[in-house]
Structures are given as C-alpha cells and as structure tokens.
C-alpha cells in the first residue's frame, strides 16, 4: 500500500516515481516531470532528460554524462534539484549563449578570465589558425582576431587549428581529460576498497595529485565521489535484492558497517531500510 498513486503525497521522491511508473504507459521520465510541475516537488533531477544532459555539457564541459555524473550532480544540487533543471534546460536552449557579443569575446580572451567552458574560438588573420580562447599562446592584437562559432566555422574560411590547444577536438582540456579518466575508472571499480590509492597508481598521479586534478573539475574528493557511488549502488540493491545491510555493505567495498551507517545517513538522509520501497 505504501507506494500506489492513492497517497502519493507522503511518498518519497523515488517512492513517488515507483508508484506512478507502475501505472502502464508511464516512464520513468514522465512520473519526473509530474513530480516536478504537478506535485511541487523541490528536488528532482531527471536522468532521462535529454535537454539537462545537453545543458551539464555546455555549462561544465564535461565529456560523458552517465548515471554516476548524474548521482554526484544530484547530491551538488540536493535540495534544490528540481530548480537546478530550470537552469540546465535554459542552459540547454541553443539561444543561450554566454559570450553575447564580439567585445565580451575579445574581453574573455583578453583579460584570461575563466573561459574553460567558453563557447566560441577565436582566428589569428595573420597567421591564418584558429585557437580555443583558453590556449596558451601569445594573446594577438584585437584588430587581427576574427570570431568563430565553431571549428567547421573557421575552416570554411580557411583558417587552420593551433597545434597547441587542438581547437578541432571537442574536448581537449588536459584537466578535465585527466579528471575524467580518472572518473571513468573509479566508475568500473567503485566496489574495490582502497580503491583511491589503486586509482592513484593506475593513472600514473600520486593520491594528492589524483585528489586534486579531481576536484579542480568535479569541485568534489574522488574519496567523496566513491562514497556517492556505492551508496547510489547500496539503494539499488536494498530494492532490487534480498541481500541483508551487512553483505550489500560489504559488496560495495566498505569494511566497516558502522562507517556505512554513517556515510548512508549523511548522503540519503536516513537510515538504509527506510529507502526500502
Ligand atoms: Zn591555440
């Protein structure tokens, strides 16, 4: 009785879409939007969302947008997640850009501001090649730059890419490259304790250089990220099995149950059966 549409209002979000997408002909996406725009709920973050996805890429410029991303973005926004779609939607339109006009490109390129995510390149008249606004060489004067939308944009006017910043790739910027390498490996082996110093020596970096590269793009600990993983993947488990705490605990790389406890309480808010659907 706990999860049917009839008391929908003292559910939880996930028991909520649990109850509506038993209701034939209602997907998961679709019980997100009426939790969203018919039940006031103040934080929902739709996985199935195409638009949100396109609006996470251009505003953090991160390369894939998987379910661990979306877990982490999810505990970022928490509880204002249903308000952070607003914006990612707006930052999805293809209208919205952030760099308007020419003097605040020229601005960007010229003051060094944080332009990683910058949404156009530029090309040097003299020399004929293009570069992304965050390369790193010498910045050229204002009168021989020309503006491009993108790199098809640029070589149909015959400019060619820097060598430097690989403007004709999409993505390039070594940071996020390293970050997300490191990611897509904790993503694959999440389960494993010690996993951080493992991690740290298949990627080459040692554990506060790992850490570091981590957070300058994730803005969280790769520690963090893999406490939001396997608590993401705890849930799972408590609805999906009959597994009891201690095993599912054990399963996702935790090595002590009160440590699990605690990470758990903090992450979701309350204690693991209560997420029981
Ligand atoms: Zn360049």
């Not at 730059?145 to 640029?154: C, E, L």
Request: proline share 3%; aromatic share 12%.
């Amino acid at each position: 009785m706990r999860t049917t549409v009839y008391n929908i209002n003292e559910q939880s979000d996930d028991e909520a879409v649990f109850a509506l997408t038993s209701i034939k002909g209602i997907g998961e996406w679709t019980a997100e939007m009426i939790l969203i725009g018919s039940l006031n709920r103040p934080d929902v973050l739709s996985y199935g969302d195409l638009a949100l996805k396109r609006g996470i890429k251009k505003l953090y410029g991160y390369p894939n947008i998987d379910e661990q991303l979306f877990a982490m973005l999810k505990k970022r926004y928490t509880p204002c997640c249903s308000l952070a779609s607003m914006y990612l939607w707006k930052a999805s339109d293809k209208s919205f850009e952030n760099y308007y006009t020419d003097f605040d490109k020229w601005n960007a390129v010229n003051n060094k501001q944080n332009i990683q995510y910058a949404d156009f390149l530029y090309g040097v008249k003299t020399t004929k090649i293009y570069c992304r606004p965050t390369c790193s060489s010498k910045i050229p004067k204002r009168e021989n730059i020309v503006f491009f939308t993108d790199s098809a944009d640029a070589e149909k006017q015959g400019f060619r890419p820097c060598k430097r910043c690989m403007p004709q790739l999409e993505y390039y910027d070594p940071a996020v490259r390293t970050a997300e390498e490191i990611r897509l490996y904790i993503n694959e082996h999440f389960r494993l304790s010690g996993l951080v110093a493992d991690t740290a020596c298949k990627t080459n970096l040692s554990v506060s250089a790992l850490n570091r590269s981590f957070k300058n793009v994730f803005l969280i600990s790769a520690n963090e990220y893999i406490k939001i993983l396997r608590i993401h993947e705890a849930k799972k488990l408590i609805n999906r099995t009959k597994k009891n705490i201690a095993d599912i605990a054990f399963e996702i790389g935790y090595e002590s149950l009160s440590s699990f406890y605690r990470d758990f309480k903090r992450l979701e808010g309350k204690a693991p059966l209560k997420c029981k659907k």
